[in-house]
């Protein structure tokens, strides 16, 4: 068993904050402060127009954006947090938390978990990283990065993007972004480690990583407050609660169902022979509902209900493990459903994912996002190298005027690529497609 102790992996230390800090107020816990201050946050704000799955561009409102599938994820976060909380406070009746408090937690770290997502989602990720890696201008720009930035930028990755706007860009504090409490910040790390240092260092993922080069010292404060030990340089132990925040998010798998009924991807009866074993309750029970979205509803309540219970089950069937940091697979893999689920993810790619709308969608995504970075990419290397910069070309000077806030902007390279990905990284689908069409 670990040296872990759950007192401190509570741990209400606000992260880059000032040396007195505020625990809980008279009717909030420090995990609802937290949750409440990421809700405040324009970056969430921004996640109503950046797409799930489909977004709105297939003709229908009616679809889960990244917004709404945030508060979703958030109360099925909460309830997990609960169901966890309960059986923990029964485990150690000596902590002086009840289980409303790991609820509160997990659904702190639920309203960030998506934050760090770009303009269409996780295809931003994949335009981002491709244009570092292959573009002309993406691989001269990287000569004189460190190859820890470098790995960065051509791995982009929206967990660590995520880290650095809840810790550094959002909020209006000097240091620390939104000082969330360091629990909060453990818990949404799904990847608790950087990217290499140097080529061919050792992490657990060298596509995924959780914080930049920028934010270490945060990440490190962070999990040394929480008592998770680093395992190797740059590698941390995953904080226990993560692991549930992974099986609450992993509930899209249901909810996307119903959305591609909702634009004619799925049928009905797809649909009801996929939930309906998950759901695990007879057709007479909704037969009489009266509409086939009404029945989809009723079967993806039960299906979620379904999933909760399950992977509360097995976070203790596999305590041990996750407390020593042995554990590093989807708990949803280890629950009597895993079947099922393995078959609604291989529906789900040809039906769901390679939609025909969502296909032509994506093509125009990666039009509008490679527009973006090539034109701001160019126009600030321009002003980069230019000694005097009323030589920026007619062009360039004009692009430089889009961006905004431009003239906060350094010129040193690191500094002026990793606030070019911010602004990036901050458009909303509508706003991206925009700024590519007056680019174009």
Request: aromatic content about 8%; proline content about 4%; hydrophobic content about 40%.
């Amino acid at each position: 068993m670990s040296g872990l102790e759950w007192t401190q992996l509570m741990s209400k230390h606000r992260v880059g904050g000032e040396a007195v800090q505020p625990s809980d107020h008279r009717y909030r816990t420090a995990f609802e402060i937290d949750q409440d201050r990421i809700t405040w946050s324009a970056a969430f704000r921004s996640l109503q127009d950046k797409r799930q799955v489909h977004g709105s561009i297939v003709g229908s409102d009616y679809v889960r954006s990244r917004l709404t599938h945030t508060a979703e994820i958030v109360r099925v976060a909460r309830t997990i947090g609960f169901l966890v909380g309960e059986r923990i406070c029964r485990r150690h009746p000596e902590l002086e938390v009840d289980p409303p408090t790991f609820g509160h937690l997990l659904a702190a770290a639920a309203a960030g978990h998506d934050i760090g997502h770009g303009p269409f989602g996780h295809l931003s990720e994949d335009i981002a990283s491709e244009w570092w890696q292959s573009s002309p201008l993406g691989r001269e720009l990287r000569q004189g990065l460190s190859a820890r930035m470098s790995h960065e930028l051509t791995h982009w990755e929206g967990n660590a993007q995520g880290f650095r706007i809840l810790t550094r860009i959002e909020g209006w504090r000097q240091t620390g972004g939104l000082q969330l409490t360091a629990a909060a910040l453990c818990t949404y790390t799904k990847y608790p480690w950087t990217a290499p240092e140097i080529p061919g260092e050792a992490r657990p993922s060298l596509r995924k990583f959780g914080c930049f080069e920028g934010e270490l010292p945060l990440f490190r404060e962070a999990f040394e407050a929480c008592g998770l030990p680093e395992l190797a340089p740059g590698h941390w132990m995953r904080h226990p609660l993560a692991t549930a925040l992974e099986c609450a998010d992993d509930c899209y798998l249901v909810t996307d169902l119903e959305d591609g009924y909702a634009v004619g991807a799925l049928s009905y009866r797809e649909v009801e022979d996929l939930l309906q074993p998950l759901a695990g309750t007879p057709r007479s029970d909704y037969a009489d509902l009266e509409s086939d979205e009404k029945r989809i509803v009723f079967l993806r309540a039960k299906a979620v209900k379904t999933l909760v219970n399950q992977s509360v089950d097995a976070f203790f069937d596999n305590y041990d493990t996750i407390m020593d940091g042995r554990f590093d697979d989807s708990l949803l893999t280890c629950i009597p459903a895993a079947d099922v689920l393995g078959g609604i993810r291989q529906i789900s790619k040809p039906k769901l994912y390679d939609f025909q709308s969502r296909v032509v969608a994506d093509l125009k995504a990666e039009r509008v996002v490679r527009t973006v970075l090539e034109n701001f990419a160019a126009a600030l290397y321009d002003r980069e190298v230019m000694v005097d910069t009323s030589a920026v070309s007619i062009r360039n000077q004009a692009v430089l005027n889009t961006i905004a806030n431009v003239e906060r902007i350094p010129l040193r390279r690191e500094a002026w690529i990793r606030a070019m990905m911010d602004r990036i990284i901050a458009l909303t689908d509508r706003a991206a497609t925009e700024q590519a069409a007056i680019l174009s």
